[in-house]
Antibody, heavy 115, light 108 residues
């Protein structure tokens, strides 16, 4: 069964960037899409973008175009989400998620605080 | 983009009652790619149902999913104290992933 393990919490200054990692273990990495979803305090779930590792093809939500970059390293089965020009409204928990025949699988979440 | 609308926004129930949560899509959704989650504050979403009606691993059978096309339902046959939480539906399988706004199940 695939598991996704994310990097630890981050505290960042406004205007800076953050890079969150998501390492997959226990299954095939390259063929399945990986997405990033965030949840601001007290709010719902918001899709940011996704990638298919084997092909490197990415799609991004309009809201984040120009500020987010999603990449993968197949050699380490790790996905990355880089968010730039951070503002206070980017304070949120960031999740990576992928899917298998048995449904979506989520990482544990990474809290990013912009202050 | 598929817009998912959940209702009601809040459901007030006593333990032992039946909960019926609705998720309506703006266009037809393949049942293969409709999921339901439970979220307790401070925790990641927990997958309950995938493929509209398949229970995820270790999910109690009081949780069931049904529906097709544009109308989907999550039912909790008899609400337990640990079921008071926020529930989300999700469309996956193609970008963009979309989520409903959530239904809060609270203690009456």
């Amino acid at each position: 069964q695939v598991q996704l393990v994310q990097s630890g919490a981050e505290v960042k200054k406004p205007g800076s960037s953050v890079k969150v990692s998501c390492k997959a273990s226990g299954g095939t990495f390259g063929s399945y899409p990986i997405s990033w979803v965030r949840q601001a305090p007290g709010q719902g779930l918001e899709w940011m973008g996704g990638i298919i590792p084997r092909f490197g093809t990415t799609t991004y939500a309009q809201t984040f175009l120009g500020r987010v970059t999603i990449t993968t390293d197949e050699s380490t089965s790790t996905a990355y989400m880089d968010l730039s020009n951070l503002r206070s409204e980017d304070t949120a928990v960031y999740y990576c998620t992928t899917e298998r025949l048995t449904g979506p699988i989520w990482g544990q979440g990474t809290t990013v605080t912009v202050s | 983009e598929i817009v998912l609308t959940q209702s009601p926004g809040t459901l007030s129930l006593s333990p032992g009652q039946r909960a019926t949560l609705s998720c309506r899509a703006s266009q037809s959704v393949s049942s293969t790619y409709l999921a339901w989650y439970q979220q307790i504050p401070g925790q990641a979403p927990r997958l309950l149902i995938y493929g509209a009606s398949s229970r995820a691993t270790d999910i109690p059978d009081r949780f069931s999913g049904s529906g097709s096309g544009t109308d989907f339902t999550l039912t909790i046959s008899s609400v337990e104290p640990e079921d008071f939480a926020v529930y989300y539906c999700q469309h996956y399988g193609s970008s963009p992933l979309t989520f409903g706004g959530g239904t809060k199940v609270e203690i009456k």
